[in-house]
């Protein structure tokens, strides 16, 4: 139970250090966003009195008062759920990624999901087979695709299926005039428009992780308990589902979630090169226009989201590998 | 990781000579070193078919970098004639941008920068990770707790996110900027990993021995413990190099970074932005080129990292040299090619 309080207070205190970091970043950096947002507005023509109130609206923060009264405010107002004002996108912060969240999540989600799917089997088959043409084969595509970084096959899978052979849509989230709902029509639209972003993190990505089910399945297949059940002559599809699989695959939750994660950084991206407005495509277009609020917001969502799935992965570990004790204490000393 | 015999060999070798207070001369030291660090594993490395590949793959680049950039011109804008296609003209052998520019030119000159983006960033996320990992691991309580702690949250803030905020911000040029830049919170992973198989040696009894003999944490540290994490620490050194790549190209790609450095991304957005490869698949060869640089380079370092797992993989090792049965220890695969996807 220690353990679960103690890495609550940890993901907590995460959170809070990049909170404190983002405002870190807003109000201290020389020549940072503040002034730089200060000499955007003057150069405008607003008086001094009338950008302290502009500042304050867009990013909660309140020039004229001290650093902690400005910061004691950040905080509470973050914890309010007010991100701040957008500057070049007449939104807020917090409804710009309340609308972008939840497709960004659909693509890393999916993506994951089939990345783990095709590994599980893939790894398993070529563990099966160890020292095989196919396993030898398949190991060398595997290493193949994951020298591609996601983002170049993304620009080749737009060239091949978007303009040359025109079969799916290159940009957006949806096609304009399909209105968002419980359709056929728009569930068809938005998976037409998702099936390339996912397809290139699943087929970049599953390699990878095929090769790690097939280094656990390996190492399970060497285990002594599999060859006792062989001995007990277990049925083959008994040992391989109750006995192999399980082990194999149980050490392969944790990079699940995690991954997600990782996806999620890599978003900017992934939905630059496929204008598909999500979470990483505001983050991209805040950078560019030198958006701050909209870009620590974000940035903060990002986080929250990473340190959320690791913050979930730690916990259940434990509960569904038995062998993992609530997580560190195997390595205290 | 247990030591390797010869390994454990040369635990007892000082243990010996700093109790009878002489000291190894730094020849013999380097040639130990050479033997054990270099010969052995290159021996072995020379084995697989991996690393040789890898290697050689490698080895192209640095030559690009050095002969070539040296030897072949800068591209400028007309310097040919505009819009040539591969294997038109031997004056510009992979054709020329809508400006003119040697496409094989701009792929050549931008091999330098990153070079010294990949070591950079490599020597700064593994060197940050040997340091905070080993303090952390070997000297427990209060300081691991508070190196550890550290790590996580570098952990769990985004690095591509980050590296992009902070691109903007400082808008560096320096490519050594740039690879530490990436690497930002890169090691913070790496460290963690490194600390867990620090907790595992710090038993070992040669280590137990120079703490008993009253040698310093740091002498422990670097003649006991960091030679023993050496072989991961390359391995990871080369995955860190490949993040490095990746995050670069794409940074570029996007045009965060400063456009006065060149990079194979910057000529994947010239293509893709300007030249219009998307639309008439007519500049498609201007998007391949730098495609297939980036790509050459990935794998190189893919194939190496897996590879020298293989050598340094103690068990592994046995096996290759025409030992025992084969029942490999896959945990340092699974974690490498866990941290290949962050």
Redesign the interface.
Known sequence: MNYYVERTI??L??VW??IT?TFG?IRL?PG??LVQLRAELSRQGYSASRINALIENYQNVQPDQPLYVQYFDYVTSLLQGDLGQSITNPNSVASIIGDALPWTMFIMITSVVLIFAIAIVWGAVMAYREGSTFDVASSSVS??L????F??LA??L??LF???FQILP?RYRTSPGVEAGLSVKFIVDALRHAALPIASLVIT?AG??A??M???S??VL?EDYVRVARLRGLSDRRISTRYVARNAIL?MYT?FL??I??Y???S??LE?VFTYPGIGYY??QA??N?DYPL??G??LV??IA??LS?YIADLTYGKIDPRIKSGESS?T? | MKPTESESVSGEFSFETTSSDVEVTWGERLRDFYEEFIYKPGLVAWNDRRTKIGGAILMVYVLMATVGAWFYRVPTSNQATRGLRPFEVWSAPLGSTASGEDILAMVIHATPSMLIMIATGGVFATGVAVLIGTVAGYK?GIVDRGLT?FS??M????????V??LA??FSPTNPAVIGILITINYWAGLARAIR?QV?TLRENSYVEASRTMGASTPRILFKDIIPNLMPYVLVNFANAARYVV?TS??LY????LPTSVANWGLQ?NNA?KQAG???G?GA?YQ?IVP?LA??GI??A???LS?GLDRVFNPRVRTRLAGGSES?????D??TA??E???
Do not use: H
């Not at chain 1, 994951?146 to 970084?149: A, D, K, L, Q, V």
């Not at chain 2, 952990?155 to 980050?162: K, N, Q, R, V």
């Not at chain 2, 790609?253 to 965060?256: A, E, F, P, Q």
């Open positions: 940890r993901a205190l995460t250090l990049v970091l970043m950096l940072g966003p290493i193949l994951g020298s591609m970084p983002y170049v620009i080749g737009v060239v978007s303009y040359k290159a990505g990878l992780q090769l790690a097939r280094g656990n390996i190492s060497g050490p990079g995690t991954l994660g990782f999620f950084g890599g900017p991206i630059e983050l991209f950078l560019e030198r870009m620590m974000i940035f990002i986080t990473l340190v690791v390595e000393y | 427990g702690s996580d949250v952990m769990s803030i985004p690095g591509l996110p980050l992009m905020v903007v911000v867990s907790l990746f190209v794409g790609y996007l045009g965060i994947l893709y490869a998307l639309v698949t498609l998007l495609m980036i790509m990935a794998l370092l893919i194939l897996q029942t490999t220890s896959n945990e695969e699974t090619s866990n290949v996807m962050t």
